[in-house]
């Protein structure tokens, strides 16, 4: 990108800024309200307690996830910002644009849905698999909530690959046959990129992230083909 591409990409960023900031920490308090049961939704995972050692870390926790519950609900508001800003320099259509926003969301909330019920589960047992008769857990609600947003935002950002992959090739940065020579560099990176965002390092769980990226990877490419994007 340009010096140009990349003004027209921040002024149009700056359209729904405002309104951005304005959105997320009223929606952030609202649930706020209603953290004590999220917290205790997401708590299922661990089957077990939770504590805390400092007078405002629970505060602190539940501020937390009420933040990182809100910018997943105002997930598909925030994809389409973004999306349209860096889709403006390139003048593409409208439909292109919809039709990425709808993908991303879609692939999104099927990383952080896959993460809750397959990756966290596997990953928690593993790790409190060490503890003993004289070895017991005493895990912080903040130390906690931390490790959930972590993976879940992760895991749904990482689902972005097609998305991402097609529209490189739309704008022309990079493009299939680009994607189609470096799938040795790709299988790599997944699988340091799995070592890193997995709960634990058994083969087990970074295969449950790893496998599921390239799966999308090649998802990416065979989207190129069908959509001609060279």
């Known amino acids: 990108m340009d010096r140009r591409s990349i003004l027209i990409f921040i002024q149009e960023l700056r359209k729904s800024l405002r309104a951005i900031l304005i959105a997320l920490p009223i929606l952030s308090v609202t649930i706020f309200l209603l953290s004590s049961r999220l917290l205790a939704f997401f708590q299922g995972r661990l089957?077990?307690?939770?504590?805390?050692?400092?007078?405002?870390?629970?505060?602190?926790?539940h501020a937390k996830l009420s933040l990182a519950a809100a910018c997943l609900v105002l997930a598909p508001w925030l994809l389409f910002v973004l999306l349209r800003a860096a889709a403006k320099p390139f003048k593409t259509s409208r439909l292109f644009v919809a039709t990425m926003v709808v993908a991303t969301t879609l692939l999104f909330y099927a990383g952080a849905v896959f993460c809750f019920f397959v990756t966290l589960p596997f990953g928690i047992k593993f790790l409190l698999g060490f503890s003993s008769a004289e070895l017991q857990p005493v895990i912080s609600i903040d130390k906690f909530v931390q490790f959930v947003i972590l993976f879940i935002l992760g895991f749904g950002l990482v689902f972005e690959l097609p998305v991402a992959m097609v529209f490189l090739g739309k704008i022309g940065i990079?493009?299939?046959?680009?994607?189609?020579?470096h799938r040795r560099w790709a299988i790599l990176l997944i699988t340091i990129a799995a070592a890193v965002l997995t709960p634990s390092p058994d083969a087990l769980n970074m295969a449950l992230m790893g496998v599921p990226i390239y799966l999308l990877y090649e998802c990416g490419i065979i989207i190129m083909i069908l959509l001609r994007i060279p």
Not at 47 to 61: I, Q
Not at 174 to 181: N, V, Y
């Open 174 to 181: 990079c493009g299939r046959k680009f994607f189609q020579r």
């Open 47 to 61: 089957t077990g307690k939770l504590y805390f050692f400092s007078v405002a870390e629970p505060f602190l926790a």
